[in-house]
């Protein structure tokens, strides 16, 4: 692999991040040309409520390498992450949340197992979250577990890295949700199309500002639903 990427989409999505946003910008433009020489930073303003959408648009008019994308109406983190996906162009594509409990200095791990790889995706070696976040992780991934097949190590994990042809051979119109289970529905729908994935553990840091949103009721049901969905639909030999 070489040193550094000839060029890298990152994204991240957003919301209601103001006291964030500003500071993942900053850690994007002085980390990432690290490893590659040309970056894109996409922030996906998923319907924030808050200053998140303004200060995004001051940090686009000021610097050319960093672009938004609003959406008028929230879609969902899973819609958010799509958007990401689908507007970017360079040849590998890189994201994380905008919450910053990732240290984007260990995408440097992810490319040094992505020869022979198109998709790399963190786990967290040690989650520094609240003890009923990490008891709905654990029950999710077992239960992921139990009903694709075991290997997945950290499913929801936001720290993932793809050749871009990756969504040639595995349009992104064939994962359905667009909720909480869309990353785990686009991890198993790659390997299911043979797609070769790597998992590599990375750092996690506690939550500085802002609130998680992950963990609420409404989203951990969406999530289950789409979860049966899916096992239903490979069951009845559907295509994932």
Partial sequence: MPE??????????????????RAAVADALTILPRFAEDIVVTIVDDGSTDRTGAIADELAAKDARVLVIHHQRRRGYGGAVRSGLVSARKDWIFYTDGDRQFDLTDLGKLLAVADGADVVVGYRAKRADPPRRLFVAWVYNGLIRLLFGGGWRDVDCAFKLFRRDVFA???LERIRSNGAFFSPELLI????????????????L??????AKGAEPRVIARAIRDLVRLRVRLWFGGEP
């Fill in 4 to 21: 550094r990427l000839a060029s890298l989409s990152f994204f991240f999505p957003a919301l209601n991040e103001e006291d964030h946003v």
């Fill in 169 to 171: 051979r595995v349009p």
């Fill in 189 to 204: 729908t790659l390997r299911h199309s043979g797609i070769r994935v790597r998992q590599v553990p990375v750092r996690h």
């Fill in 206 to 211: 506690p939550r500085t500002a802002g609130q």
